[in-house]
């Protein structure tokens, strides 16, 4: 079982609609959670964050954690061509705060 | 303010060669770390520095080495290296561990993309 686990798509999306990527995890001692986002050919820029159980919103972006399933996911609203990319999940476990352990990402493809 | 900034960009090697990749984090950032990514496993985490000390280390053979200077500039260096090494080295900088949350949040480079040959 890998340690952080994202289906890699692509998840396709029409214009406006809303994007939900999913991410699962392995170690419950895991403390923070991270949304990437990785264009093709570019490197990897922080969305956001999350520590607590619960929502998270920032802008067009939420994060959704939820500790007892081990389980966090990320919701775009009003998708935009531009947010066509891929979308690392990442942990940062327990012990090792220096070390974020990535899943491999998915594919999102918002369509016009 | 200036990003994290990672040279070479690109650079083709053969195998049994090395490498060394050089990375200026932010400024004030004190923590540099370096993760190689494949299309087939992602993101792997290599190693960790702060304060010229290696804090954390990955699961890599020991062909795989990094250091950090008085300044906070790193270089990572891959000996004789296979054809498996070619991939994405990326550099990321984290100013310290969130007070709250713990969380390391790290800003990435560019990349330097190694190809072997």
């Known amino acids: 079982q890998k340690e952080v686990e994202q289906n890699s798509g692509p998840l396709s999306v029409p214009e406006g609609a809303i994007a939900s990527l999913n991410c699962t995890y392995s170690?419950?001692?895991?403390?923070?959670f991270f949304w990437y986002r990785q264009y093709s050919g570019k490197s990897p820029e922080l969305i956001m964050f999350?520590?607590?159980?619960g929502d998270k919103e920032d802008g067009r972006f939420t994060a959704q954690l939820n500790k007892a399933s081990q389980y966090v996911s990320l919701l775009i609203r009003d998708s935009q061509p531009s947010d066509s990319a891929t979308y690392l999940c990442?942990?940062?476990?327990?012990?090792?705060?220096?070390?974020?352990?990535f899943g491999t990402g998915t594919r999102l493809q918002v369509t016009l | 303010k200036a990003g994290v900034t990672q040279t070479p960009r690109y650079l083709i090697k053969t195998r049994g060669q090395q490498v060394t990749l050089s990375c200026s984090p932010i400024?004030?950032?004190?923590?540099v770390s370096w993760y190689q990514q494949t299309p087939g496993q992602g993101l792997q985490f290599l190693f960790e520095?702060?304060?010229?000390?290696?804090?954390n280390k990955g699961n890599f053979p020991g062909r795989f080495s990094g250091r950090q200077f008085s300044n906070s500039r790193s270089e990572m260096n891959v000996s004789t290296l296979e054809l498996g090494d070619s991939a994405l080295y990326l550099c990321?900088?984290?100013?310290?561990?969130?007070?709250?949350?713990?969380?390391?949040?790290?800003?990435f480079g560019a990349g330097s993309r190694l190809t072997v040959l």
């Open positions: 990321a900088s984290s100013p310290a561990r969130n007070r709250i949350s713990g969380a390391n949040v790290l800003t």
């Open positions: 170690d419950r001692g895991s403390q923070s």
């Open positions: 999350i520590y607590s159980n």
């Open positions: 990442a942990v940062n476990s327990s012990g090792t705060a220096s070390k974020l352990t």
């Open positions: 400024s004030g950032h004190r923590s």
């Open positions: 520095y702060f304060s010229e000390t290696q804090r």
